[in-house]
């Protein structure tokens, strides 16, 4: 059912209209490609390359044009529907209230989670930097920076992440130029590998592919923030269009460009690959003095973005839900064109993942973990079968709004759709992915039943 057939006014003309238009096209643009860069890249990438070798490369350009797919999915709904809400608003809209409350809520717990788990890698890097200070004191200070960020007007929060992603943007431009000069052996001072550390490009078999394919898959979250960020900009769809229109280029770059810099350089079984990471040790290795410590400026600098643009996600999705009637109308309180109440309390709980983490490691922050483990799936296959459902819809009663087209529709789609069914599975056959396969389905169910009591009794009055 529906939901503008049983609420009234469809979701995504309900809810953000009363938010601020403060982001520039230059913000959401740099949004748009450094979103691309983030922190499972520079941290998460590590384990990738030691489970799967230099067929890594395989396994995130397989991903990525799963991902390709469903930022296109996405972009069709939000150029043509822009909000705050982004695919859960898409997926009432499609599929019925209880479908956009059980993908919005699922995905503001994983992005309070992230942002604890964000502010806990930044802490480590500059605890190692300053030996002797508490963790939990530097990820308590910047919390305090971004939730006062995200707080203030939203250009704030537009202008740290637009400097956030110019340095990542430069500096894995950098990194690619280095690296591929150094392949090339033109860089001074190093010799050319050649294929010599290519030459056992499946070390561990087809199970290392896939655990290296289901690192990839995780390390692209992030992604869907310019979806939302778009429905505070200037022109949402020019955003929008723009944003999706080149994400290919810049996942092909960025992604799949700096796993095989990575791997022709540096031997896939080196441990530095994953104590200091693929690309401080790709650096450390081209022997270039300072490099490899500068690149540990630059992770720090990508966690911190991926903390902010998570606070502001979370605040953003919770305020949406909140304006279509799924939510503590106390979220729904704006003040200066912010929803302030929901950037305080997508702040605590993050916090409160922090302390879990000291507090509880190895029960309630485990559990916390593998419950938010396969959510970024979950919201895939919601998008996918929104799009499906709504395109025809779209083309029938406004065909103006098809700003951004799926490509090859709805062939593509189905294909998205048996992939990520594929990533399923193969996470129900690795140990460490099932429970978090379980965890997650478990949550999903309750908030859909949840949403679908929700709406039985909306609908009941």
Request: include cysteine; aromatic fraction near 10%.
């Amino acid at each position: 059912m529906p939901s503008s057939t049983k609420t009234g006014t469809p979701p995504q003309q309900r809810e953000g209209a009363s938010l601020s238009h403060g982001l520039k096209q230059r913000h959401l643009s740099m949004i748009a490609l450094g979103g691309v860069i983030g922190a499972g890249l520079f941290v998460g990438s590590g384990a990738g390359i030691a489970a799967a070798g230099p067929s890594i490369v395989i396994a995130y350009t397989v991903s990525g044009l799963l991902v390709m797919l469903v930022m296109r999915m996405l972009g069709e709904m939000s150029a043509a529907y822009p909000s705050s809400g982004s695919f859960s608003a898409h997926a009432e809209r499609a599929i019925g209230p209880w479908a956009g409350f059980a993908a919005g809520w699922s995905f503001w717990i994983l992005l309070c989670t992230a942002v604890g788990l964000e502010g806990i890698g930044a802490a480590h890097i500059v605890s190692g930097w300053l030996p002797g200070t508490p963790e939990w004191l530097w990820v308590a200070l910047f919390m305090v920076v971004f939730c006062g960020t995200n707080l203030a007007a939203v250009k704030n929060f537009g202008e740290f992440e637009f400097w956030f992603a110019a340095l990542k943007v430069g500096a894995i431009s950098l990194f690619l130029v280095l690296g591929v000069l150094a392949i090339a052996g033109v860089l001074p001072g190093t010799d050319a590998p050649g294929a010599s550390n290519l030459t056992d490009f499946l070390p561990h078999g087809s199970n290392g592919l896939i655990i290296g394919l289901l690192a990839s898959v995780f390390a692209y979250g992030g992604l869907e923030t310019v979806t939302i960020a778009a429905a505070e900009s200037e022109d949402p769809v020019k955003g929008v269009a723009s944003a999706v229109r080149t994400a290919m280029w810049r996942i092909a770059l960025f992604y799949i460009g700096s796993m095989a810099v990575v791997v022709t350089l540096v031997p896939w079984d080196s441990e530095e690959v994953v104590a200091k990471g693929p690309y401080v040790a790709a650096l450390d290795h081209l022997g270039i003095p300072g490099a490899g410590q500068l690149m540990n400026v630059v992770v720090l600098v990508a966690l911190l973005s991926a903390m902010n643009a998570n606070i502001y996600g979370s605040s953003r999705i919770a305020y949406s839900l909140v304006q279509r009637g799924q939510g503590p109308q106390a979220l729904g309180r704006l003040s200066g064109g912010v929803p302030r109440t929901a950037v305080l309390v997508s702040c605590a709980l993050g916090f409160v993942c922090v302390l879990l983490s000291y507090w509880r490691p190895d029960d309630v922050f485990k559990w916390l973990l593998n419950m938010i483990g396969a959510v970024i799936l979950v919201v895939w296959i919601f998008i996918a079968v929104s799009q499906l459902l709504l395109r025809r819809r779209i083309e029938r009663e406004t065909p103006e709004r098809l700003v951004v087209r799926m490509w090859a529709f709805p062939y593509l789609t189905w294909v998205a759709l048996a992939g990520m069914v594929a990533i399923f599975v193969l996470m129900a056959r690795q140990p460490d992915t099932r429970v978090q396969l379980y965890s997650t389905g478990a949550m999903t169910l309750a908030l859909a039943a949840a949403g679908y009591a929700w709406q039985r009794a909306r609908a009941a009055r």
